[in-house]
C-alpha cells in the first residue's frame, strides 16, 4: 500500500512539472506576440473584436470597423440577417455563414463564409478587397494588416511627370 502512495506522489509531481513547463511556454508566447495593427488609409482603426489570422498568412478583419474606416454605410436586414455595406458605387450583400455573396447585384463566392465573433462579424480580407475595389494585405512578421482605398492612400508617383 505504502509503494502505491508513493508512485502516485511521484507521478503527481511528474503531472505538476508537465503542466507548470506548459503552462510557462503558453504565457510566454502570449507575452511575445503582438497584437496585429489594422490601418485603412494609413490612419490606426481600432476594434472591440480582434482581427483572426491563420497559419498560412490568412487575415480575417471585423467587416463594420473596416467599412466604417473607409467611409461605408452598413445596414442589417433583421428579419434576412442580410448585410450591405455601401461605399460609393460598391454595394456588398452578405449573411453570416453564407459563402454566397453579391455585389452590385451581382454574385460573389466567398472563399471563406463571413462568421460572428464575440457578435461581430469578420469576413475575409481577400473579400474585402474584391467586394470594396481596395488594395488590401495582411504582413503576419509585422502583424500588419493594410487596406489602402486607390487614390487616397497611395504615395504620388516621382517618375509621373503627367498635369494633374
Not at 114 to 125: E, Q
Request: aromatic share 4%.
Amino acid at each position: 500500500m505504502r509503494r502505491i502512495a508513493e508512485a502516485y506522489v511521484g507521478l503527481r509531481w511528474q503531472s505538476f512539472a508537465v503542466v507548470a513547463l506548459c503552462a510557462l511556454l503558453a504565457s510566454s508566447l502570449l507575452v511575445f506576440s503582438r497584437p496585429i495593427v489594422m490601418l485603412v488609409d494609413g490612419e490606426r482603426v481600432d476594434t472591440d473584436v480582434a482581427p483572426v489570422t491563420t497559419a498560412n498568412a490568412k487575415a480575417f478583419v471585423p467587416l463594420r470597423s473596416i467599412a466604417d474606416a473607409l467611409g461605408a454605410e452598413t445596414e442589417v436586414d433583421a428579419k434576412t440577417g442580410a448585410i450591405s455595406v455601401v461605399l460609393g458605387g460598391q454595394t456588398l450583400t452578405l449573411r453570416v455563414g453564407d459563402p454566397h455573396a453579391t455585389v452590385n447585384g451581382m454574385p460573389l463566392t466567398l472563399k471563406h463564409a463571413p462568421f460572428r465573433v464575440r457578435g461581430r462579424v469578420l469576413i475575409s480580407l481577400d473579400a474585402v478587397a474584391r467586394a470594396l475595389n481596395v488594395r488590401a494585405k495582411y504582413n503576419s512578421r509585422e502583424a500588419r494588416i493594410e487596406v489602402v482605398t486607390p487614390g487616397i492612400g497611395q504615395a504620388p508617383n516621382p517618375g509621373n511627370t503627367e498635369p494633374h
